[in-house]
């Protein structure tokens, strides 16, 4: 049976930055393709990672800001359309079901992982473990029974 463990552990770069309470508003119009967004306050975002922000119904995937500016890494994010937006607009950074989804699977395949481990030691790794000198094991063994 193949596990569902992943086969590497993802670093701090590979997932969504957050920060608490970021809301600002748009600084000038955007298209629906416009992959450069100014906005009033950019210091409320993180400033380095991916993130994600809301525009109206649009969620942005966010590659990098530079003070006020974000840039793109892709619009219409989750099923939502890249639409233009007007100047003044509220920008958030909300929880999204992607970052929920995200999060819920990795703790499943963790969960998973951790499930599938012996918890027992085989017969031979149980007299490797005792032929060295006191079992380790034996205060939980004790305990357990």
Same mark, same amino acid.
């Given at each position: 049976?193949?596990?569902?463990?992943?086969g590497?552990?993802?670093?701090a770069?590979?997932? /969504?930055?957050?920060?608490? #309470?970021?809301?600002? %508003?748009?600084?000038?119009? !955007?298209? *629906?393709?416009t992959?450069?967004? =100014?906005?009033?306050?950019?210091?409320? /975002?993180?400033?380095?990672? #991916?993130?994600?922000? %809301?525009?109206?119904?649009? !969620?942005? *995937?966010?590659?990098?800001?530079? =003070?006020?500016?974000?840039?793109?890494?892709?619009?219409?994010?989750?099923?939502?359309?890249?639409?233009?937006?007007?100047?003044?607009?509220?920008v958030?950074?909300?929880?999204t079901?992607?970052?929920?989804?995200?999060?819920?699977d990795?703790?499943i395949?963790?969960?998973?992982?951790?499930?599938?481990?012996?918890?027992?030691?085989?017969?031979?790794?149980?007299?490797?473990?005792?032929?060295?000198?006191?079992d380790?094991l034996?205060?939980?063994?004790?305990f357990?029974?």
């Amino acid at each position: 049976m193949a596990t569902k463990q992943p086969g590497a552990l993802d670093a701090a770069t590979d997932l /969504f930055t957050v920060a608490n #309470r970021a809301n600002t %508003t748009l600084n000038g119009s !955007i298209t *629906d393709v416009t992959t450069t967004i =100014t906005v009033v306050d950019g210091n409320v /975002f993180p400033s380095s990672g #991916r993130f994600k922000i %809301t525009i109206e119904d649009e !969620i942005i *995937d966010i590659a990098s800001r530079s =003070t006020h500016v974000l840039t793109a890494e892709s619009r219409g994010d989750e099923g939502t359309t890249g639409v233009a937006h007007s100047t003044a607009i509220a920008v958030a950074m909300q929880m999204t079901a992607g970052h929920y989804e995200t999060l819920r699977d990795g703790i499943i395949k963790t969960q998973e992982g951790y499930m599938r481990r012996p918890t027992v030691p085989s017969d031979a790794a149980a007299q490797a473990i005792t032929s060295h000198g006191r079992d380790p094991l034996e205060q939980v063994r004790r305990f357990a029974l």
